[in-house]
């Protein structure tokens, strides 16, 4: 027990500084813009060289993505989860959505936060993090395939379904707050789409 003491303490240190890499970062490209900062000014600014801040962060565009890494298998764990209590896929990440929603959760999109809406503005508005978000959905529809199981090509073809679903949805609340639309009525159009767009599903996938 006392051995694994210290090695839990590196890796909550390790972990801190890489949300402040990342939140330094985030800060300046929001600021000046995506492509309008270097590596070089963001390590300046997070107090940290060069080298320390590429082990962290292999590229530039990770640096933004850090806020998602811990959603990239996040379906993929509900649907595990539910299967252990016997809830379908589907179902098990309709609960999920649902209850995003309800918590105005910053990944269903549907968060009023300015912070966040800026955030989502540089993600969705700088060419370079566009390309990097599309290798994200890439591996969240691996793990996801796997955790639904069956025949692998069935389980691909609906793991990107239900992944481009999710992103759809969420890009249009987004979209939606952005243009100043209230957040009561975006969230009670929300619902009503995301259990359209889940009908859509059951019907079309064994899941």
Request: proline residues 5%.
């Amino acid at each position: 027990m006392k051995a694994e003491y210290p090695t839990g303490l590196r890796e909550k240190k390790k972990a801190r500084t890489r949300q402040a890499l990342s939140d330094a970062a985030i800060a300046l490209f929001m600021e000046k813009g995506f492509d309008g900062v270097s590596v070089a000014e963001v390590a300046a600014a997070a107090e940290v060289s060069k080298p320390t801040l590429f082990r962290y962060f292999p590229a530039k565009e990770d640096l933004v993505l850090h806020r998602f890494a811990d959603h990239e298998g996040e379906s993929a764990r509900v649907v595990e989860a539910g299967r252990v209590y016997g809830t379908a896929p589907l179902d098990a990440l309709y609960e999920h959505l649902l209850e995003g929603l309800e918590r105005r959760d910053p990944v269903t999109g549907l968060c009023e936060v300015p912070a966040v809406l800026a955030y989502h503005r540089l993600l969705y508005g700088t060419p370079a993090l566009l390309a990097a978000i599309h290798g994200y959905q890439q591996r969240s529809e691996e793990v996801l395939a796997k955790a639904l199981g069956g025949d692998p090509l069935v389980a691909r073809l609906a793991a990107a379904q239900i992944v481009a679903v999710l992103r759809v949805l969420a890009n249009e609340n987004v979209a939606r707050l952005t243009a100043g639309d209230p957040i009561e009525e975006v969230g009670r159009d929300a619902v009503t789409a995301a259990g359209e767009a889940f009908r859509s599903l059951r019907q079309g996938l064994p899941y």
